[in-house]
């Protein structure tokens, strides 16, 4: 079964426009992590951000935010007044505290801002 | 600035060639991880390494093999490559002493198998 799952496999939005990626989980731990990651055309997977389970609270970083709830096991990131350089595809990933070293990675969501 | 560097960003390859994919890393990180990203498949793990020598099979280990013989490198080899092969492969290591460690990344090389 998939531990990681981005439903949107593709989204297309005009640029300003708000875009919400979303990312369902499902672990059998009590301790856990979740990431994002962004992949640019030039290939190489960039780190945005962290979360554990035991740390609820949302984040904001400018123009990007994560909202994590353990109740619906979503880990979702809204981009708001997206840009042209947003189009990238962004990947949710899983690190379980008993699997070790291993993270689980969502199929990617490809977004494409139009300008 | 941390640094994970891949041998080549595009290869080209012959069926049944022997493939070897080099992995190196500056950050004197433990654990080192091979993947392969596919459309509508994400990135799946092939192999990783916790320790020089050391090794656990991933999810998809079948008709690759790694050696890990220094610290700052992890090779993967393709005894002998198959057109299913053809993928982007991508490098990643990431520090041993925490699970909420975020793992560093690779530029990824495309390999194409004819």
């Known amino acids: 079964a998939q531990k990681v799952t981005q439903a949107q496999t593709e989204i297309s939005v005009v640029e300003k426009e708000d875009v919400t990626l979303d990312c369902v989980y499902e672990t059998r731990d009590t301790t856990y992590y979740l990431f994002w990651y962004k992949q640019p055309p030039s290939g190489e997977l960039v780190f945005l951000i962290r979360r554990n389970s035991f740390d609820e609270q949302n984040e904001i970083s400018g123009r990007y935010s994560w909202n994590f709830q353990k109740s619906t096991s979503s880990f979702n990131f809204t981009i708001t007044a997206s840009q042209v350089v947003d189009s990238a595809v962004y990947f949710c990933a899983l690190s379980e505290y008993a699997a070790g070293n291993q993270f689980y990675f969502g199929t990617g969501t490809s977004l494409t801002v139009i300008p | 600035d941390v640094k994970v560097t891949q041998s080549s960003r595009y290869l080209v390859k012959r069926t049944g060639e022997k493939v070897f994919l080099e992995c190196v890393q500056d950050m004197d990180h433990e654990n080192m991880f091979w993947y392969r990203q596919d459309p509508g498949l994400g990135l799946r793990l092939i192999y990783f390494s916790y320790d020089v020598k050391m090794k656990e099979k991933g999810d998809i280990p079948e008709g690759y093999s790694v050696s890990r013989e220094k610290k700052e490198r992890f090779s993967l080899i393709l005894e002998s490559a198959s057109t299913n092969q053809t993928s982007m492969y991508l490098c990643?290591?990431?520090?041993?002493?925490?699970?909420?460690?975020?793992?560093?990344f690779g530029p990824g090389t495309r390999l194409t198998v004819l």
């Open positions: 990643a290591s990431r520090t041993g002493t925490g699970r909420y460690n975020e793992q560093f």
